[in-house]
């Protein structure tokens, strides 16, 4: 099956921690740049973070020095650690290999995503 399964979400009081996992089975996790996204009610999905398939990481502001992407090869997984959360955190983040697939036909692969609720 080709597919990311997240996993890790729940509730949360405000200045707390939460860690993500996202596995990937199905596709050649290791040349594969990958991506966590999120969606808030009534909001557009953004851009979290993303990880290359080198290692080379990139967050956005609104969780630049909270937030750290990793990736596990060998146990085709990527993380999120989520850390000093704010009620604004609060979506349902989505896993993302946005370019799967060969030269002649690459598509995005999403997870189901896992919700995370930041309480005050």
């Known amino acids: 099956q080709v597919q990311l399964v997240e996993s890790g979400g729940g509730l949360v009081q405000a200045g707390g921690s939460l860690r993500l996992s996202c596995a990937a089975s199905?596709?050649?996790?290791?040349?594969?740049?990958m991506r966590w996204c999120r969606q808030a009610p009534g909001k557009q999905r953004e851009l979290v973070a993303t990880i290359s398939s080198g290692g080379e990481t990139n967050y956005a502001d609104s969780v630049k020095g909270r937030f750290t992407i990793s990736r596990d090869n060998a146990k085709n997984t990527v993380y999120l650690e989520m850390n000093s959360l704010k009620p604004e955190d609060t979506a349902v983040y989505y896993c993302n290999a946005p370019r799967i697939g060969s030269s002649y036909y690459t598509h995005s692969l999403w997870g189901q995503g896992t919700q995370v609720t930041v309480s005050s």
């Open positions: 199905g596709i050649i996790f290791r040349i594969n740049d």
